[in-house]
């Protein structure tokens, strides 16, 4: 899939940081509050997923939060409200994600050279292997990103109608996404394109994209539905008595 000469060695472990992009609406959730902050089993989601990337296997060195500016008081209270002691730095973020990851890379500015992981803040399932396999995957490639198969058959459209696609060809794209620190900073200073739907698709005109398996349980929490199935899930990996 990819090029062997961007292959990198695997016997040093880079510096590792990671973004947290936390910049949602309620709107699709129908509630009176950012998703990000919805209760999801006593506490929001967003801590959910703050803890996954703060955990000591992992090594992050430093993990930015990026939220709207007008966002920063309730999620100062909600850490006092839970007590977090996570350690971690709030960035504010832009009119749009690209803008948000950008804001969030220039506080990395001047650290070490090392792997930076850009994560939905509304992904707070996201398995600890994941996260390490793509941390992993982007050392030695420069770029990775967690992806699974589609499970339902898919199709395509077109002015007859519709028609079959191949999805053993077809991945649905997750995050985290990881990347050589260095190059994403490269890929963010051009100018932001309607195409960029992700940062894969940002860093793609100037490096291969790696793709790592990711995890059906990764799901982002965008409508009701979602906040049932990740509440399930969470009740599922608690350790019994």
């Known amino acids: 899939m990819n090029d062997p000469k961007t ?3 695997q016997d040093s472990k880079p510096p590792r940081y990671a973004i947290l992009v936390a ?3 309620g709107t699709r959730m129908g509630a009176s509050q950012p998703k990000q902050f919805l209760n999801l089993l006593g506490e929001p989601v967003l801590l959910h997923t703050l803890r996954r990337f703060s955990e000591h296997a992992l090594g992050i060195q430093q993990c930015v939060l990026v939220l709207p500016q007008d966002q920063f008081t309730t999620w100062h209270q909600l850490c006092a409200q839970h007590q977090v002691q996570i350690p971690h730095t709030i960035v504010a973020g832009g009119a749009t994600r690209w803008a948000s990851v950008r804001n969030g890379l220039a506080h990395l500015t001047g650290q070490p050279a090392g792997v930076v992981a850009v ?3 509304v992904r707070p399932l996201t398995p600890r292997s994941v996260i390490e396999a793509t941390f992993q995957a982007a050392h030695n490639h420069g770029a990775a990103v967690a992806a699974v198969v589609p499970k339902d058959s898919v199709r395509g459209l077109n002015q007859q109608g519709s028609y079959a696609l191949n999805r053993a060809r077809l991945r649905l794209v997750q995050t985290p996404q990881c990347f050589d620190l260095e190059l994403l900073q490269r890929a963010y200073q051009l100018p932001e394109l309607t195409t960029f739907t992700d940062d ?3 860093v793609e005109d100037l490096h ?6 990711g995890d059906y349980r990764n799901l982002k929490i965008t409508t009701p539905e979602d906040l049932l199935v990740a509440e399930a899930i969470l009740r599922a990996e608690q350790p019994t008595e």
Do not use: K, N, Q, W
């Open 23 to 25: 910049g949602g609406s």
């Open 208 to 213: 291969p994209i790696y793709l790592v398996e």
């Open 200 to 202: 894969a698709s940002v």
């Open 7 to 9: 292959t990198r060695s």
């Open 119 to 121: 994560h939905d803040g």
